[in-house]
T-cell receptor, first 113, second 111 residues
Framework: DSGVTQTPKHLITATGQRVTLRCSPR?????VYWYQQSLDQGLQFLIQ???????AKGNILERFSAQQFPDLHSELNLSSLELGDSALYFC????????????FGSGTQLSVL | SQQGEEDPQALSIQEGENATMNCSYK?????LQWYRQNSGRGLVHLIL?????REKHSGRLRVTLDTSKKSSSLLITASRAADTASYFC???????????FGTGTRLQVFP
């Protein structure tokens, strides 16, 4: 158990809908990362937050947004969903950032039908 | 696009043999990390090597880093069936806090 909690584990929805994925980092970790993993795109970095502030941005679509709350949990919002958004979404946390190892959650499997 | 490219894409070996995976990257880094992923599950950190280090060991794992060639290798010695998984390198870019993953190597170890 990595100590990082992601909910829900599975999500099935329809095109055009909006979903929210939730992540609780390990106790004491201030940094949260979001990744998208699919067969054709591999493991793509989406966005990183540190202590409530956005610190680094990757290949995140404009339809996607994220935030980190004062209690350090984070949410990834995906809207106007398309079939191609079906993927495994991972959250990871670390104390400060990429200067040390990340701890990954078990992921949310999103299926857009 | 991926920062790291891994080679080979897939590797099949027998238990007891050594497995070597290579990672090449494009830009300057602060550190390079290796992770393991069992099918469809979360990634698990294996080892981190900083840009000023050349070699690091952890149990049956040996990692090398050549910053002049922008490449790293992961050696797993005396492999076991339980080592069957996908292995990813990840680079912490020098001027940001991004951690970018490579394409991965699928390792199959046969008993």
């Amino acid at each position: 158990d990595s100590g990082v909690t992601q909910t829900p584990k599975h999500l099935i929805t329809a095109t055009g809908q909006r979903v929210t994925l939730r992540c609780s980092p390990r106790s004491g970790d201030l940094s949260v990362y979001w990744y998208q993993q699919s067969l054709d795109q591999g493991l793509q970095f989406l966005i990183q937050y540190y202590n409530g502030e956005e610190r680094a941005k990757g290949n995140i679509l404009e339809r996607f947004s994220a935030q980190q709350f004062p209690d350090l949990h984070s949410e990834l919002n995906l809207s106007s969903l398309e079939l191609g958004d079906s993927a495994l979404y991972f959250c990871a946390s670390s104390v400060t950032g990429s200067r040390e190892k990340l701890f990954f959650g078990s992921g949310t499997q999103l299926s857009v039908l | 696009s991926q920062q790291g490219e891994e080679d080979p894409q897939a590797l099949s070996i027998q238990e007891g043999e050594n497995a070597t995976m290579n990672c090449s990257y494009k830009t300057s880094i602060n550190n390079l990390q290796w992770y393991r992923q069992n099918s469809g599950r979360g990634l698990v950190h294996l080892i981190l090597i900083r840009s000023n280090e050349r070699e690091k060991h952890s149990g049956r794992l040996r990692v090398t880093l050549d910053t002049s060639k922008k490449s790293s290798s992961l050696l797993i010695t005396a492999s076991r069936a339980a080592d069957t998984a996908s292995y990813f390198c990840a680079t912490a870019l020098g001027n940001t806090d991004k951690l970018i993953f490579g394409t991965g190597t699928r390792l199959q170890v046969f008993p």
